[in-house]
Nanobody, 124 residues
Framework: QVQLVESGGGLVQAGGSLRLACAAS???????MGWFRQAPGKEREFVAA????????YYADSIKGRFTISKDNARNTVSLQMNDLKPEDTAVYYC??????????????????WGQGTQVTVSS
């Protein structure tokens, strides 16, 4: 069993930055981890993923160059640094963990573990 707890969401003006963190516990040391988001009235979408080693990262085109995913294996945390935020980034952000390869996370349905989500609101 894996538990994921997100933190760091909030309200920020367009152009600002936020850093999300996901604390993982349980047997997830060899799991890929990542972030998805869901805006009101829209489907959940992939944001970023990271290999369990922390050595490989993958991003959605919509956030590439603005967001950075990173992993601290010693602390079992995954972070998402979000810069140059836009109103369209407003969503609930979810941390995920899954045994699938990190480069496949954006394609896989029914990812195994999800956090409870953290709200990010970007005002214009």
């Amino acid at each position: 069993q894996v538990q994921l707890v997100e933190s760091g969401g909030g309200l920020v003006q367009a152009g600002g930055s936020l850093r999300l963190a996901c604390a993982a516990s349980g047997r997830q040391s060899n799991y890929a981890m990542g972030w998805f988001r869901q805006a009101p009235g829209k489907e959940r979408e992939f944001v970023a993923a990271i290999h369990y080693s922390g050595g490989f990262t993958y991003y959605a085109d919509s956030i590439k160059g603005r967001f950075t995913i990173s992993k601290d294996n010693a602390r079992n945390t995954v972070s998402l640094q979000m810069n140059d935020l836009k109103p369209e980034d407003t969503a609930v952000y979810y941390c995920v963990a899954d045994p699938a390869p990190a480069h496949m996370l954006h394609l896989k349905h029914n990812l195994q573990y999800w956090g409870q989500g953290t709200q990010v609101t970007v005002s214009s």
